[in-house]
């Protein structure tokens, strides 16, 4: 509904206007890891039949409705929970996420759906009739909640505040429905009371202004008071409560920064640059940060480094750092910027659908970019530009492709936008985590190209007519119907564009927003000496996937002996070849300066050029104007003038990364020259320093003098008068810094005809290493001592081995030994002077990874394993992991995967249980071409479980586990699963026909319940026979067809039927849980006592009445609900499998 | 007669009476002379005060107190000298003693000059302890005037002479670095080994736990603070980097403290930019006072009104 473009503004989905809310959390229990409260929605009825509402939550327990002070029943079906029905014996991916993207419709709060669904009781039937206003009280409690909310709780002696216990909300994309109830979309804004009792030692940091902080009666607890008066959605309210250390912002008093105890100083030092970002972006956008206050949070275990939510950031407590760490401090002010540009466009501007949210991460990843731009340098920009140019276009010629405004008709699978991916777009839920990272990072650049298009002037008062218009409309306190205005759609971002702009900037949005893929050019020329004419080609590929045809203008720049020229090339369907007139002959003699692009006029040799051309250089779409690949030929001597002389640095990198196929003395001397060059960009430097490296590899057999950039570090950082003595260290030039650090990194790339690295190569980075001084510096060395180390890992070669014999310390090779024990004295260190982020422990951990793939130690986990605990810096667990992971890979250790994977579904910090995921995916132990021995039906199960079931407190692990189970088995049915079942992989490519009918909506209402019970039964037939005839398979495929046919169905059934009192009456009563009056006064007078879990069964009695053919269906549950199965083995969890059930005997009926 | 010079003897061989009864040992001889000739001072004493004849027990009781009151001299002036840190007592530290003692040191030199005295005759050294020709070296020093000619000879000058030794500092700088690092890299190794030693370790080899002992990983309860905070030694680098400024090459004195490196030109100008920042933002912090941040307010008594 709300998605049809058009000029007809906001249209809900939903079937009421949600205007203000009220959340009261009463009660934090750190030890218990749970929370109780109460929220109430203030709803006005757009629709006058409004007998249900709809709302969001997930794993809180409900245990009582009221809507205007009378009781309400309610039902919680959340299909999400248990992707597919039970033991259900469907292996493929592609059924899966059909059926998940069904699930996530089906609680959809944009489609007008939601897992909490509460009946208007009958008596408010009339009011609601004439639109008048209902509060729905809900009174719900969380128990040990394994996604949105976060504890972190140390296990030591003393108070929970004394502990640094704390907690705090996190997520991906709209998960505020994990901790509360409510309509959990970023289109429904209203605005906010929120309330927090806490322990007096405690603070809680939540959106909007502060208004007043209130003991309780007996002075052990305060409350906090929370007013938000500008309308936010739902999605954007946060919360962290903990002992925080409180800094008012010195500069800005209406900011406040918090970070755990004993972190101040560091706090202090971190934030202390945050007033400089905050007057950037007022500046650009000539407008006031709209929320009246800012609040940055710093919390351990964090979900993601970034949160933006309104009027506060959560932010990683890593990112914390003193004033002597350099390479920490340009990453954090990165995060910092971002998190603000977030506050703008995104927090306070919200979308006003998923297909919208494009323009959002566009916006604030544009700004933040300008951000970088007057921060860091044109050149920081340009490099990061390019950067993200590159890993996007590799990330769409790898998988297909991203889409910015995926248009979604009628849900057909044949209209499915991204069919050549594994998971659905449809929603933010089903999308893997590294698509949307490279969805933001296209997002932004998309902003850059209508930038070029339309001028930065323009956009800049596009924004600031985006943000006035919101601004406008939120100060209507009363009129909730323009709050909508602060929602941004693409239609309307568009229109504004056009508005301002007077430009049709309709081509690139189709060719950038509306369809996915890059454009990979290909170029090569001629130079026509008689027509004095350059004969350009340049080829498209378009059929690869991930590409598409590009057609339009592309800039082309010339540079040549009089001056650097621009010209403009229509690139059209046929047009290959493109003459382009040069200005200026070749001349050898004549001694003249040569202008370059930028007006500057340098001397060149010009002897290593072609006599006869004057060209000097050519490059393609120099300003990265198109989403592009280019793979440009040009001779060796013109990439080395590019090189030299060209001075934008994507041209100087571009040039470094094809002078690697160039490995002649020249290539080296300007490789040499560029890292000797002091006003050269220090990253252009570094990358030069890698390229020389293989250079001298290739060119190993004529190399003369000592080792490449062996006498350059002696030259820049050792002492005059022993060169073989680096000087103490001083980091002041950053510039050398990081060139100093990279360069022995390089080094030890290099390799002798032997293919060893160089005992001379060694020997100088061992010195190093000894003569390592940091007394006299003002600055942290942990990172420089890091890259040393990483720098012996790179040295290290495949060990020499007779016979595969076993590594023992005997036949250790002595280089080797002296690597090793520098590493351990470097680990053992570690542990009495921990360096910042343990970099140090880090890059042992690699290192060791590397002696035991190469054979010098004997390959063994045990070590990484016991890194990798909980209670170990998240930096070094990540690293333990990787290790473990690649042991995993190597030994093909069943063990090992299985101890990953346990982990997966275990670890207390959500991030590295997403992290594993991503590693087994980016480095698997097996692919789906692959044999493998670990490739066997159990793991199957597993995996299957894990994504099916297992991960549905966290989006973004389920999507974790569908890449992991995509990279491992593909799309169908794993080949590793036992033959009968392939016959139904068969069949079900031709039930897809059938299944299709029943996403239509006409098909619903009639024929599909009848079906339903009877295939519940087929179902449990056929999983107890795997191996039958083709007669159950029959069934078995049905039964599949039913399952996500239920989801649908339920998906359209609450949507298409009108829910009007007379008709439904019967089905919903029975659905319906009647709240009788004796169970509630229990309720109620249990209600502080905290045992939640008594209501729940109370609730749950009643369920298990109606359901005794159902009972199988509980066998997923979360593990707390287990332990209480334990003590009464009728109660049944708050969870949606049981909740489902409620429905399945109604639909039957 | 008590005397500065012998009072310290006296207190040096009190504890050697419990030795052996046996005067074998030279060390008993010593005592033995000691004894008659304290005998005989006391004689004389008596005879100075008119005694003709005296029990020789009462010589005997006589001679055990003036032994006792020379002793007890002796340790009271050691006391005293220790107690002002020296090793040596001076003439000061005998009078406070003797004064402390209740003996009126002004009529000390009256009673040393009187006329009556007598002077007591060398005691017969025995047992002299021959030095072999061949251990003698150089010439031994002659008493000075206050110490009886009797008494015994200066030991060899080795023995007791010292020479000191003006070596020049080592100011070489690469050889300074080459023992700064080595120095660092041998403590570095013998701290880590030793707590590999005193600890649970991890092993890289299954079959050997000694050469390269890994200290093994202890997880925290609180991970973040040891990885983000510095640690002291690194705090304490930044105050001395930020006060000192960073000294010139040539100021090689002081070897391990004072190594720097060719260039600290822009070193200088850039600590103390930075030392203006900070006194910039230490200025800035104590406005915060005034601030009115909603989370610097205080928090409300409860109020008497009823809670939802």
Not at chain 1, 812 to 823: C, G, K, Q, S
């Amino acid at each position: 509904m709300n998605r049809k473009k058009g000029d007809k503004g906001f249209e809900s989905p939903r079937p009421y206007k949600l205007t203000h809310q009220v959340v009261c959390i009463n009660n934090i229990n750190f030890q218990r890891k749970s929370v109780v409260g109460y929220v109430e929605l203030t709803i006005f009825p757009t629709v006058a039949n409004l007998n249900r509402i709809k709302l969001n939550s997930k794993q809180c327990r409900i245990y009582r409705v009221r809507v205007n002070d009378l009781e309400a029943a309610f039902i919680y079906n959340d299909p999400t929970l248990e992707v597919c029905h039970h033991e259900s014996k469907q292996r493929n991916l592609n059924y899966f996420s059909n059926a998940y993207a069904a699930a996530v419709s089906a609680v959809d709060p944009d489609a007008g759906n939601g897992e909490l669904c509460i009946k208007v009781p009958s008596e408010l039937w009339k009011h609601v009739d004439e639109l008048k206003v209902l509060k729905v009280h809900i009174n719900f409690s969380l128990d040990q909640p394994k996604g949105g909310l976060h504890f972190v709780v140390p296990n030591m002696e003393g108070s929970m505040a004394e502990r640094g216990a704390h907690v705090f909300s996190c997520g991906y994309q709209n998960s505020t429905r994990f901790w509360f109830p409510c309509v959990d979309s970023y289109s429904e804004l209203c605005t906010w009371k929120l309330e927090y009792t806490v322990d007096a030692a405690m603070v809680a940091v939540s959106n909007g202004d502060l208004v007043e902080t209130v003991y309780t009666h007996d002075m052990r607890k305060k409350t906090f008071h929370y007013m938000l008066t500008i309308p936010t959605a739902a999605s954007n309210i946060s919360l962290a409560i903990g002992p925080f250390e409180i800094l008012v912002d010195p500069y800005m008093h209406e900011v406040t920064h918090f970070c755990l105890p004993q972190l101040l100083p560091l706090l202090k030092h971190t934030t202390s640059y945050l007033h400089e970002v905050f007057e950037f972006y007022e500046e650009i956008l000539t407008c006031r940060y709209p929320y009246s206050c800012f609040k940055t949070v710093f919390i351990d275990e964090a979900y993601v480094e970034v949160a933006a939510y309104a009027s506060m950031s959560i932010f990683s407590t890593n990112l914390l750092h003193s004033a002597m760490i350099i390479d920490e401090t340009p990453l954090t002010r990165r995060c910092l910027a971002q998190a603000l540009a977030q506050q703008f466009f995104g927090c306070f501007i919200s979308r006003m659908s998923w297909s919208d949210e494009w323009v959002l991460k566009g916006i604030s990843g544009y700004i933040y970019g300008l951000w970088m731009k007057k921060t860091f340098g044109v050149n920081e920009y340009r490099h990061w530009i390019k950067q993200e140019l590159d890993q996007i276009v590799a990330y769409e010629l790898k998988t297909g492709g991203v889409l910015l405004h995926p248009i979604f008709g009628g849900g057909k699978e044949k209209d499915n936008p991204a069919s050549h991916l594994h998971f659905s777009i449809k929603h933010p839920h089903t999308l893997s985590w590294e698509y949307y990272t490279m969805f933001q990072c296209k997002a932004h650049l998309v902003m850059r190209l209508i930038e070029n298009r339309i001028s930065m002037e323009f956009m800049l008062q596009v924004f600031n007519k985006l943000l006035s218009l919101a601004s406008t409309a939120s100060s209507q306190k009363f009129q909730s119907h323009m709050w909508s205005q602060m929602l941004v759609s693409t239609s309307g971002f568009l229109k504004s564009i056009s508005n301002v702009s007077g430009k049709d900037i309709q081509p690139l949005i189709k060719q950038w927003v509306d369809q996915s893929g890059v454009v990979k050019f290909y170029g090569s020329f001629a130079f026509n000496r008689k027509r004095n004419v350059l004969e350009l080609e340049i080829k498209q590929d378009y059929t690869s996937p991930g590409t598409q045809k590009y057609v339009g203008p592309l800039k082309v720049t010339v540079q040549e002996l009089d001056g650097s020229f621009n010209h403009t090339l229509q690139i059209e369907e046929n047009s290959l070849k493109h003459d382009i007139p040069c200005h200026s002959k070749s001349r050898r003699n004549k001694k003249k300066k040569i202008p370059l692009m930028n007006g500057e006029e340098v001397d060149m040799d010009l002897s290593a050029m072609d006599a006869d051309s004057p060209l000097l250089w050519i490059r393609i779409d120099p300003d990265m104007s198109v989403l592009r690949k280019v793979e440009f030929e040009q001779s060796d001597f013109m990439w080395q003038y590019q090189l030299r002389y060209e001075r934008d640095v994507v041209a100087q990198e571009e040039a470094i990364l094809a002078l690697e196929k160039f490995p002649t003395p020249a290539s080296r001397l300007a490789l040499t020259d560029i890292l000797e060059q002091e006003q050269c960009f220090y990253r252009v430097r570094m990358l030069a320093c890698f390229c020389l490296a293989k250079i001298a590899n290739s060119m190993v057999s004529t190399w003369t003098g000592p080792p490449a950039m062996k006498s350059l570090f002696t030259r820049m950082f050792c002492c005059k008068s022993c060169p073989n003595i680096v000087k103490t260290n001083n980091f002041m030039n950053f510039q050398s810094y990081f060139l100093q650090k990279t360069m022995p990194v390089a080094m030890a790339l290099l390799r002798d005809v032997h293919n060893l690295c160089p005992k001379e190569v060694l020997m100088f980075i061992l010195d190093l290493i000894k003569y390592n001084d940091n007394r006299k510096n003002k600055f942290s060395d942990n990172y420089y001592r890091a890259e040393l180390i990483d720098a012996l890992a790179n040295s290290v070669t495949p060990a020499v081995s007779v016979n595969n014999e076993v590594r023992t310390l005997d036949n250790l090779n002595p280089d080797v030994r002296l690597i090793l024990e520098e590493i351990t004295r470097f680990l053992n260190m570690e542990k009495l002077l921990p360096s910042y982020r343990h970099t140090i422990t880090v890059s042992c951990l690699k290192a060791i990874r590397v002696l035991q793939k190469n054979g010098h130690v004997p390959s063994d986990p045990a070590l990484f394993k016991s890194y990798a605990e909980y209670g170990h810096f998240v930096d070094v667990r990540i690293a333990a992991l990787e290790a473990v992971v690649d042991y995993t890979k190597v030994d093909r250790s069943y063990e090992e995967l299985q101890w990953l994977l346990t982990m997966v579904q275990n670890d207390p910090v959500p991030y590295i249980r997403h992290k594993i995921l991503d590693m087994l995916t980016k480095n698997p132990p097996f692919t789906k071409n692959m044999e493998s021995p670990l490739c066997n039906e159990a793991l199957v199960d597993q995996l299957w479980k894990l994504m099916n079931s297992g991960t549905s407190h966290d989006w973004r692990l389920r999507c974790g586990a569908v890449d992991l189970y995509f990279t491992l088995f593909g799309l169908s049915r794993p080949s590793c699963l036992p033959l009968p079942e392939l016959g139904l992989v068969l069949n079900l490519k031709e039930k897809k026909a059938v299944l299709n009918p029943t996403i239509i909506p006409e098909s619903v209402g009639n024929t599909q319940e009848p079906v339903n019970s009877t295939n519940n039964h087929g179902q449990s037939v056929g999983f107890q026979n795997t191996f039958s005839n083709s007669q159950e398979e029959e069934e078995i495929d049905m039964d599949t067809v039913h399952d996500s046919q239920a989801f649908i169905y339920h998906h359209l059934n609450m949507l298409e039927r009108p829910s009007t009192p007379g008709k439904e009456q019967s089905s919903g009563e029975i659905n319906m849980h009647p709240v009788s009056t004796a169970p509630l006064s229990v309720f109620s007078k249990e209600s502080n006592s905290s045992k939640h879990s008594d209501h729940h069964h109370h609730h749950h009695h009643e369920h298990k009445k109606k359901k005794k053919k159902h009972k199988h269906k509980h066998k997923h549950k979360h593990k707390h609900d287990s332990k209480e199965k334990e003590k009464d083995p009728f109660a049944f969890s708050n969870s949606p499998a049981s909740a489902r059930s409620i429905r399945s005997p109604s639909l039957s009926d | 007669m008590p005397r500065p010079g012998s009072s310290e003897r006296g207190g040096a061989v009190c504890p050697q009476r419990s030795g052996s009864k046996q005067p074998t040992t030279p060390a008993d001889n010593y005592y033995l002379a000691r004894r008659r000739t304290l005998q005989v001072v006391v004689s004389s004493l008596l005879t100075e005060a008119g005694f003709e004849s005296a029990e020789k027990a009462a010589v005997e009781t006589l001679t055990e107190m003036l032994q006792s009151y020379i002793s007890e001299i002796g340790r009271s002036a050691k006391s005293y000298c220790e107690h002002t840190a020296r090793t040596q007592p001076t003439l000061s530290d005998i009078v406070v003693t003797l004064v402390e003692m209740g003996f009126n040191v002004e009529t000390l030199p009256a009673y040393a000059k009187r006329s009556q005295r007598m002077v007591i005759t060398a005691p017969p050294v025995t047992n002299q302890p021959v030095t072999p020709k061949a251990l003698t070296a150089g010439q031994n020093k002659p008493h000075p005037s206050h110490i009886p000619g009797h008494f015994p000879e200066f030991p060899d000058p080795h023995t007791y002479i010292k020479t000191p030794t003006y070596r020049e500092p080592v100011s070489d700088y690469q050889v300074l670095r080459e023992k700064a690092a080595s120095q660092r890299r041998d403590v570095e190794r013998a701290l880590t080994r030793f707590m590999a030693k005193t600890g649970e370790t991890q092993s890289l080899f299954k079959d050997d736990v000694s050469t390269f002992p890994l200290i093994a990983a202890r997880p925290f309860t609180v991970p973040y603070l040891t990885a983000l905070l510095p640690s002291e030694l690194e705090m304490q680098q930044m105050e001395e980097t930020d006060s000192s400024e960073q000294d010139d090459q040539t100021d090689t004195e002081n070897l391990p403290l004072h190594m720097s490196t060719d260039d600290s030109g822009p070193e200088k100008e850039n600590a103390s930019v930075l030392q203006q920042n900070t006194s910039l933002s230490g200025s800035r912090n104590g406005e915060e006072n005034v601030i009115d941040n909603p989370y610097l307010r205080p928090v409300k008594k409860p109020k008497i009104r009823r809670k939802k």
